[in-house]
């Protein structure tokens, strides 16, 4: 069965940088595009990052566009969000998030348990 | 503000039928997939609904959705307690590349 399990999540002062990780199995990996999706407390879900099923794609959402990178390493089955100059308006429980397809077009079909960030001010 | 709107709050009493609107653009709704998920209190969502009307398998047919010019809705027939969640519809955005999500309903089975 597909399972992602995200990691890295912490308390980090605004400023600084954070890189979260996603273990996948139970699927192959490099036949599926991926997303990040964040969710702050008590509110709703926020898309962030999607990266197509090669790397050969990627795209953000506005408010992160040049602080966060997304990146995968289908030899590890590992899916990564890097996290730069981080404010206090992105502390969000992190969701690692598998498409349904390989590129642009549909959505997700199965989700991760989460991590928390907590950025300080 | 979200760029898919939905209602904030929805509400049933057990066996009814509810339905739950989002109301998008032609640059989302109107040109590609909804998806709904549903987020049980504490824990990660889930997919419902795929692709506008397809349900994985696993979902009770309780569940369909439904998309028409550049809205879309959920019907949760039946309606049992455990229903109570929030639920979420989503689609591409092609004016923004982007993911967009609706704001999500919050579902009470009174």
């Known amino acids: 069965q597909v399972q992602l399990v995200e990691s890295g999540g912490g308390v980090v002062q605004m400023g600084g940088s954070l890189k979260l990780s996603c273990a996948a199995s139970g699927f192959t990996l490099s036949s599926y595009a991926m997303h990040w999706v964040r969710q702050a407390p008590g509110k709703g879900l926020e898309w962030v990052a999607f990266?197509?099923?090669?790397?050969?794609?990627?795209y953000y959402t506005d408010s992160v566009k040049g602080r966060f990178a997304i990146s995968r390493d289908n030899s590890k089955n590992t899916l990564f969000l890097q996290m730069n100059s981080l404010r206090p308006e992105d502390t969000a429980v992190y969701y690692c998030?598998?498409?349904?397809?390989?590129?642009?077009?549909?959505?997700?079909?199965?989700w991760g348990q989460g991590t928390l960030v907590t950025v300080s001010s | 503000q979200s760029v898919l709107t939905q209602p904030p709050s929805a509400s049933g009493t057990p066996g009814q039928r509810v339905t739950i609107s989002c109301s998008g653009s032609?640059?989302?709704?109107?040109?590609?997939?909804v998806y709904w998920y549903q987020q049980l209190p504490g824990t990660a969502p889930k997919l419902l609904i795929y692709r506008n009307n397809q349900r994985p398998s696993g979902v009770p047919d309780r569940f369909s959705g439904s998309k028409s010019g550049t809205s879309a809705s959920l019907a949760i027939s039946g309606l049992r307690s455990e229903d109570e969640a929030d639920y979420y519809c989503a689609t591409w955005d092609d004016s923004l590349s982007s993911v967009v999500f609706g704001g999500g309903t919050k579902l009470t089975v009174l």
């Open positions: 990266i197509r099923f090669d790397g050969g794609y990627k």
């Open positions: 032609s640059s989302n709704i109107g040109s590609n997939y």
């Open positions: 998030a598998k498409d349904r397809a390989d590129d642009y077009g549909d959505l997700i079909d199965y």
